[in-house]
């Protein structure tokens, strides 16, 4: 639901050898000459580029359904130097669209896989209060009409059921708050990436940090060849 660039490469990828090593690397069949470095190349089935958590957690997708997969970070695994860090990052069904809705329980249900296969606690489901001025709530209508739809646990609150709740925040005379008991909570930002890449890795998925990759081009063949700043 949240963070950093990621590019995707659902074709053939190859990089060059440089420094990676074996078990992870399938080396390709069919060399094509190149102009700038004899190295011999490897290939995947997919290459993805930049470790964040959207990107870990591409690999690890794509790595547990048995594909060849190659992570590309510019700088170290839970870095923190894009968005994929921190003690944690919102989720929430807060959308009006179904498709968003749905997805985003799927998202939550693949991040529990994630969870019990790392061992370790990724989420914290704490609920959330959405506050707004009582004449912005039409605004909102499109979101609750989901949340009745998809049966997503909520209540519109007053000023004075929020104070009663929750007196640490002082409400406006003309504010209200929205209540979302289930579905919503805190990402730990850092951790989940870092446990995204140790589940690529345990799937097969060979992750790389330090390496800045500076050109993404397709081959004759229908493939891609990333290169990256250090000569691979």
């Not at 949340?147 to 004075?160: C, S």
């Given at each position: 639901?949240?963070?950093?660039?990621?590019?995707?490469?659902?074709?053939?990828?190859?990089?060059?050898?440089?420094?990676?090593?074996?078990?992870?690397?399938?080396?390709?069949?069919?060399?094509?000459?190149?102009?700038?470095?004899?190295?011999?190349?490897?290939?995947?089935?997919?290459?993805?580029?930049?470790?964040?958590?959207?990107?870990?957690?591409?690999?690890?997708?794509?790595?547990?359904?048995?594909?060849?997969?190659?992570?590309?970070?510019?700088?170290?695994?839970?870095?923190?130097?894009?968005?994929?860090?921190?003690?944690?990052?919102?989720?929430?069904?807060?959308?009006?669209?179904?498709?968003?809705?749905?997805?985003?329980?799927?998202?939550?249900?693949?991040?529990?896989?994630?969870?019990?296969?790392?061992?370790?606690?990724?989420?914290?489901?704490?609920?959330?209060?959405?506050?707004?001025?009582?004449?912005?709530?039409?605004?909102?209508?499109?979101?609750?009409?989901?949340?009745?739809?998809?049966?997503?646990?909520?209540?519109?609150?007053?000023?004075?059921?929020?104070?009663?709740?929750?007196?640490?925040?002082?409400?406006?005379?003309?504010?209200?708050?929205?209540?979302?008991?289930?579905?919503?909570?805190?990402?730990?930002?850092?951790?989940?990436?870092?446990?995204?890449?140790?589940?690529?890795?345990?799937?097969?998925?060979a992750c790389r940090g330090n390496v800045r990759v500076v050109h993404i081009n397709p081959t004759v063949d229908g493939g891609v060849e990333v290169s990256a700043e250090n000569g691979e």
């Amino acid at each position: 639901f949240f963070f950093g660039p990621m590019f995707l490469m659902p074709h053939a990828c190859r990089v060059a050898a440089g420094t990676l090593k074996p078990p992870f690397l399938r080396h390709h069949r069919h060399h094509h000459p190149r102009a700038a470095s004899s190295a011999p190349t490897h290939q995947y089935d997919c290459i993805v580029v930049g470790g964040g958590v959207m990107g870990a957690s591409a690999a690890w997708a794509l790595a547990r359904r048995s594909q060849s997969v190659a992570l590309l970070e510019q700088y170290t695994c839970g870095h923190a130097h894009g968005s994929s860090h921190g003690d944690g990052r919102i989720y929430r069904t807060l959308y009006g669209e179904a498709d968003y809705v749905a997805l985003m329980r799927r998202a939550l249900m693949l991040w529990r896989e994630a969870e019990q296969e790392a061992g370790e606690t990724l989420l914290h489901e704490c609920g959330a209060l959405t506050t707004c001025r009582h004449d912005q709530l039409d605004r909102l209508q499109p979101v609750l009409d989901q949340w009745t739809t998809n049966a997503v646990n909520f209540e519109v609150l007053t000023r004075a059921e929020c104070q009663r709740q929750f007196p640490q925040f002082n409400l406006k005379p003309d504010e209200i708050g929205i209540l979302q008991r289930h579905e919503c909570g805190v990402v730990f930002a850092t951790p989940a990436t870092v446990a995204l890449w140790r589940l690529a890795e345990s799937n097969g998925a060979a992750c790389r940090g330090n390496v800045r990759v500076v050109h993404i081009n397709p081959t004759v063949d229908g493939g891609v060849e990333v290169s990256a700043e250090n000569g691979e």
